[in-house]
């Protein structure tokens, strides 16, 4: 008999964001969990923590997420796409020359 050990599922937070934007455009929680293969409970508490504006990433319980920290993961996701965008220029640039 093999033991299974059960893992959390870990979301980016860009996922995360998205599952949320798809829920308040009006699409069902269960079709998008569905969809996304999310549980349907997991996609509620994102909606739910979204209105209240809450963060949708992992923050362990009891630990406040500082202003620093915001700015700091703000700042890690803008520098992500202006990489992606600058690799995609190059790309471009690269093909039509």
């Known amino acids: 008999m093999m033991n299974k050990v059960m893992r959390r599922a870990q979301y980016t937070q860009e996922f995360r964001q998205e599952a949320v ?4 455009a009006g699409k069902a929680i269960s079709e998008i ?3 996304l293969g999310i549980p349907k409970a997991t996609l509620g508490k ?3 923590q979204s209105v209240a504006g809450a ?3 992992s923050v362990d319980k ?3 997420v500082s202003v620093e920290q915001m700015e700091l993961t703000r700042l890690r996701a803008e520098n992500a796409r202006l990489r ?3 690799e995609i220029a190059k790309k471009a640039a690269a093909y039509f020359a």
């Open 21 to 24: 934007r798809q829920v308040r």
């Open 33 to 35: 969990g569905q969809t």
């Open 46 to 48: 994102w909606v739910r």
């Open 55 to 57: 963060p949708t990433g």
């Open 62 to 64: 009891g630990s406040a």
């Open 84 to 86: 992606m965008e600058c």
